[in-house]
C-alpha cells in the first residue's frame, strides 16, 4: 500500500512538472466588503441601524482570505465609529489578512473616529473628496441621572465594595479625583489611537497628535494630511486594488452577510425588531424606549466616535 502511494505522489510530482506555469489558473477576483454603520460589539438596533461588528468582519475577511480566486480586498466603509475595543478587534483581522492579501479600504460619505481607525493598516486608502474622515480621538461620557430618578420618584440604595465602585453609575456628580481617573483612561485611550494610526499610515506619533484634535477632514484635506492616499470612489479603489495585486482585468464580487431570511425581508434585525415589540405590547411609547435605552447605557464605555 505504502508503495502505491509513493508512486502515486511521485507521478503527481511529474505532472506538476511537466505542466507550464502559464496554464496554471490564476485568480482575478477583487472582493468588494461592505461595512455600514457603528462599531460595536453586537449587532445593530431599530434605533441604532446596522452595526459593524468583529464578528461580520471576521466572517467576510475569512471568506476572502481562502477563496483562492480572490487577489485583493476592497473594504467600502461607512461608519461614524463606536466603541474602543469592537474597533480594536477588527484591526487586528485586517493586520492579519493584509498579510496574505492586499487590502484597500474605499470610504463612503463619512469614516470617521473608529470608521478611520479601522482604516489606518490597510494598504492603500481611498476617499471622496467629499468623504467625512478623521475625528481620532476618544470620548467617555457619564449621563447624570439623579434628577430624572428624584422627578420619578426614585430613590437609589447603593451598597458598595470599593471605593469607586459607583462612579460610573450616574446618581451623583464626580469627584475631582474620580474626573482624574476617567481622564487617565480616556488618555490611554487617545494614545492608542495615535500610535495606531502612527504605524498604519507611516507618520511619526507628534505628527498624528497634531491632527488628533477629534476634528473632521474632508477627502480633500485628508490627503494632504497623509491620511489617505487616493482620492475617488469605488471604482478607483478596485483598480487600486488590482494593481496591487498584479490583476489587469479583475472580476469583481460583492460580499453580503448572511442573514435569516425574515431578516432579509423585513430589513431590520430580528432581535431589535422583537424587543420594540415587547416594549410596545408593554404600551412604552418611542420615547419610553429611547430612555430605557439610554438609562442601561449609563456605564462609560470609551469611544472612537464622531459626536455631531
Known amino acids: 500500500m505504502k508503495k502505491v502511494t509513493i508512486i502515486a505522489l511521485a507521478m503527481l ?23 455600514s454603520g457603528s462599531i460595536t460589539s453586537e449587532g445593530g438596533s431599530l434605533l441604532s441601524g446596522p452595526a459593524i461588528t468583529p464578528g461580520l468582519v471576521r466572517e467576510q475577511l475569512g471568506r476572502a482570505e481562502k ?7 476592497v ?30 479600504v474605499s470610504m463612503g460619505n463619512m469614516a470617521a473616529s473608529g470608521g ?3 482604516s489606518a493598516e490597510a494598504d492603500k486608502i481611498v476617499a471622496l473628496p467629499g468623504t467625512l474622515t478623521g475625528s481620532i480621538g476618544v470620548i467617555s461620557q ?29 446618581l451623583r456628580e464626580l469627584t475631582p479625583e474620580e474626573r482624574e481617573i476617567m481622564q ?34 474632508t477627502g480633500v484635506e485628508a490627503k494632504e494630511l497623509g491620511l489617505v492616499d487616493e482620492l475617488g470612489g469605488l471604482d478607483t479603489a478596485i483598480d487600486l486594488a488590482a494593481e496591487l495585486a498584479g490583476v489587469t ?37 418611542g420615547q419610553d424606549i ?14 472612537y466616535l464622531y459626536q455631531s
Request: hydrophobic share 40%; net charge positive.
Open 13 to 35: 510530482l511529474l505532472v506538476a512538472m511537466l505542466i507550464p506555469t502559464s496554464c496554471i489558473p490564476v485568480g482575478d477576483k477583487i472582493a468588494v466588503i461592505s461595512l
Open 249 to 285: 482585468t479583475p472580476r469583481v464580487e460583492y460580499y453580503k452577510p448572511a442573514k435569516p431570511l425574515l431578516e432579509s425581508l423585513l430589513g431590520v434585525n430580528l432581535n431589535s425588531l422583537i424587543y420594540a415589540i415587547q416594549m410596545r405590547l408593554l404600551g412604552l411609547s
Open 116 to 118: 478611520y481607525y479601522i
Open 290 to 303: 429611547v430612555l430605557l435605552q439610554t438609562l442601561s447605557r449609563i456605564y462609560p464605555e470609551p469611544q
Open 142 to 170: 457619564i449621563p447624570n441621572v439623579k434628577g430624572l430618578y428624584d422627578k420619578l420618584g426614585i430613590e437609589m440604595q447603593t451598597f458598595k465594595g470599593g471605593k469607586y465602585k459607583d462612579m460610573y453609575a450616574g
Open 67 to 73: 477563496d483562492i480566486a480572490v487577489r485583493a480586498i
Open 75 to 104: 473594504l467600502r466603509i461607512e461608519s461614524p465609529g463606536g466603541v474602543v475595543a469592537p474597533c480594536q478587534e477588527i484591526l487586528k483581522e485586517i493586520e492579519q489578512v493584509k498579510e496574505s492579501k492586499p487590502i484597500v
Open 184 to 217: 487617565q483612561m480616556v488618555d490611554a485611550y487617545y494614545e492608542q489611537f495615535v500610535e495606531a494610526v502612527a504605524e498604519g499610515r507611516g507618520l511619526s506619533k507628534e505628527k498624528v497628535r497634531s491632527l488628533a484634535t477629534g476634528q473632521l477632514y
